[in-house]
Structure formats: structure tokens, C-alpha cells
């Protein structure tokens, strides 16, 4: 029985299941009220979707937001199970992973519905994406102090979410697990998992079955990662040699913080402004590529409902608008089960209730990604070679700088793989269970500029193989 209804679309299905049989998801240890019987505008899909709340502290009133998709396609029950958290810190996992990125559903041009993305990573896995910490999109507290957060309390509420998550879908603990993210989530994952780790050694019971950490375009080292950003700006030409040559001459990195970023002397100062200053507001940061979409332009057409998609470089520019309007939509909030307390704000992508430890991000990863490896988890970090943000400049270099410091041999020199019968990006890889690899063309997003390069990624990942170096992967 369950076995057709995977076979039939679920926006069909889910209107001819009676009652008895919607019942029967209980039995096979999924929460019927969790059930997503099909959003608004949804296209007819074959897998289901579940979302709601998972509480974190009832004491405090403190509930993490969730959006599962499972896996499309044969032998989905046997998938494994990733975890895929966005950004910020403050930015929402399930309007940005799972509805913008790698999801399987993209918002319309028109903001009234979904279309789908035949590249989602649920062709691969199961997903699960948690609107993290607290007061991110539906993620909230009824205890307002719970608002000023950290990593620590980041990490310790999404281990909690998981072992109360498990409970309602027991058929996930014995899945593979995957942690991954990307930006800010390179704070989030490496500590998550790194208490997940300290769970298993402790527990008699329930470990969690962790096959491998991937974070993209993710900040790790904040003194190093910055440095790159102008590095970046002047290999692409985005400033001139002069002002690139002041930030060098002017700029000492090693003591950047984000408390006090202006710690730096004047000259410094005042070169890092010319240069934010040249590159201006008119190009996409976060990927230098595309143009930039007009947001009072887009939301005034939305709102009079008409077709506003922009297209460049093959994307949607205007998506994150397309999506703001859709997700505060109360029809599509009640079928996500979503915004239970009725929250005196509107949904959006980053949240503006959040007041986030200023200082956390000063904190060096690499300790954490050493210890993870040395747990026998293999550590993939990739980058879109078109983000600014984060660029792969500071990425790369700090995977080496972990390799040397543990004693890591190179054993995929650094070379192009590929997808596609295209290079795709370029890889190394350092013993066994460190890769750092970018993504062609892609960007600080790159499920969502390259979603057919990020797929191929993701299933290497998964699948435990190094990425193919020819265009023929049997031989890669």
C-alpha cells in the first residue's frame, strides 16, 4: 500500500486517502499532523512532504521550524537522511536550501506558486531543513531573552531537535546521516556535528550514524576569509591595482574581528571603504555574475499579480521576492503547519528579531573539522568560484593549512573533475577523508546557480567516491 502511493502524485493522492488510511502514518512512524498534503500552486509530485514544530525548551517556549522532503524516486526508503541548515548567522534553511536552492520546489515568477527544480538534491536523499536558532523564519520563543543567542546554544538546540526529531520519524535513526550547509553554517555544522560526536561516545543508547560533513562556501577562519574578499575584488578586476595594493600594504588581517572590524589603522580603513566604494551597490556580492534584481520594482508587480521573473545567466534574479511574498501567504503557512503563534512580524529570509553573539564568529573552525576527521568523518568543503562573500581564495588556503597541521598527505593533486562531459570545477584531496573542491560558475549559493553541478556534487559526496577526473566517471 505504501509502496502506490509513492506512485501516485501526492496533491492527488493526499485528496482521495480517507481517513483510516491517512492514519496509517502513525503506524510507519511518521506524525499524520505533520503530513503536507500539498501546498499552494504545488505541481504533482510522487514523494511526501512533512513540516512542523519540534520543541526544543518547553519550559521557555523555545520551538525549532522543520521542512522535510522525501527522497524522489526508487528505493527512497533506503535513502540516507541530510540535514541541510543556511546561514547568516539568522537565515532561514527552509526559504533558502529548501525553496531556493536545493529543494524541490522553486517559487513562480508570480509569487502565487511553485514550480519544480529537477535538480533537487532529493533525487539523492532524503532532506531535512531547520529554521535555526530560535526566532529565524517560524522558529520561535515565547521567553524574548531567548533571542540573544550563540553558537553554543545553536549547536546544543539543534542536537536536541534531532534526538526529539528522531522520535517522530524512527525510521530515519538507523538512516545515514549527512550534515551539511553553507556560509555561516560552516559555525553551525562543524559544532553541530562536533556534539553529536560527543553524544555517541557517551551514549548507551541511540547514536547518530554521521557518514560525512559538506559545507559550502563556508566562513572558518574569519581573519583569513576577509583577507580574500579583496583579494577576490582585485584578481577580478572588480578594483584597481591601486587600491588593491593599499589594502595589502595597509591591512593586517591576523587581528580582524567582527566586534571591531575598524581595528585597523586609518590608511587601512580608508582603503577597504575606496574599494567597497568602486565596487558599489549594483553588483550581486554574492555572486558577481548575475545583475541584480529591483525590489520595489518586483513587489509592486507582484502584488498586482502579475509574471515578474528576471532572467540572467539562466537564474531567477528576483527569486528571494518571489518567495517573500509567497511564504506570507496564510494559505501556504497553514498547509506547512507553519507560524502556530501567529508571530507580529512577517516571515523572512533573515531574521530581524535575532541578536546573535557579535563575537562567535571569531571563532577558529579548523580544531573542530580536525576533530571530526579524526573521527573517521569525511570533511568535503566546496566553493562557487563567482561568490565575494566567501570566496574560494580563503577557503582553499585554509584546507591546506589544516591538511599541514595534520599531517595530511596530498592524494588527489589538484586538478579539474567533471560532470557532464564539462569541467565542472577543480578538487584535491588530502589522506582519505579531506576534499576541498569548487564549483564552476557557481556561486556563494551553489545549489542555486549551479544546480546540475551541485546535484553531481552531492551524489559523489553521498555515494563515498571521489569526483570524477574525465569525462567518462566509470574511470574516474
Known sequence: MAGSWRRTPLTAAAAALPWLLLGCVCALGYPESDLVRGLPGQPPVAFRQFAGYVDVDERAGRSLFYYLAEADGAAAASKPLTLWLNGGPGCSSVGGGAFTELGPFYPRGDGRGLRINDKSWNKVSNLLFVESPAGVGWSYSNTSSDYKTGDARTASDMHIFLLKWYEKFPEYKSRDLFLTGESYAGHYIPQLTNVLISHNKESKGFKFNIKGVAIGNPLLKLDRDI??????????????????????????????????????????????????????????????????????????????????????????????????????????????????????????????????????????????????????????????????????????????????????????????????????????????????????????????????????????????????????????
Not at 362 to 389: K, T
Open 227 to 476: 583577507a580574500s574578499i579583496y583579494e577576490y575584488f582585485w584578481s577580478h578586476g572588480m578594483i584597481s591595482d591601486e587600491v588593491g595594493l593599499a589594502i595589502t600594504n595597509a591591512c593586517d588581517f591576523e587581528d580582524y574581528t567582527f566586534s571591531s572590524p575598524h581595528n585597523e589603522s586609518q590608511s587601512c580603513n580608508d582603503a577597504i571603504a575606496e574599494a567597497n566604494k568602486v565596487v558599489g551597490d549594483y553588483v550581486n556580492n554574492y555572486d558577481v555574475l548575475l545583475d541584480v534584481c529591483y525590489p520595489s520594482i518586483v513587489m509592486q508587480e507582484l502584488r498586482l499579480r502579475k509574471y515578474v521573473t528576471k532572467i540572467s545567466m539562466g537564474v531567477d534574479i528576483c527569486m528571494s521576492y518571489e518567495r517573500f511574498f509567497y511564504f506570507n501567504l496564510p494559505e501556504v503557512q497553514q498547509a506547512l503547519h507553519a507560524n502556530r503563534t501567529r508571530l507580529p512580524y512577517k516571515w523572512s529570509m533573515c531574521s530581524a528579531v535575532l541578536n546573535y553573539s557579535d563575537t562567535d564568529g571569531n571563532i577558529n573552525i579548523l580544531p573542530l573539522l580536525q576533530r571530526i576527521i579524526e573521527h573517521n568523518i569525511p570533511v568535503w568543503v566546496f566553493s562557487g568560484d563567482q561568490d565575494s562573500v566567501v570566496p574560494l581564495l580563503g577557503s582553499r588556503t585554509l584546507v591546506r593549512e589544516l591538511a599541514h597541521d595534520m599531517g595530511l598527505d596530498v592524494t588527489v593533486p589538484y586538478r579539474a573533475w567533471f560532470h557532464n562531459d564539462q569541467v565542472a570545477g577543480w578538487v584535491t584531496e588530502y589522506g582519505k577523508l579531506l576534499t576541498f573542491a569548487t564549483v564552476r560558475g557557481a556561486a556563494h549559493m551553489v545549489p542555486f546557480a549551479q544546480p546540475d553541478r551541485a546535484l553531481g556534487l552531492f551524489r559523489w559526496f553521498v555515494d563515498g567516491q571521489r569526483l570524477p577526473n574525465t569525462t567518462n566517471p566509470s574511470t574516474g
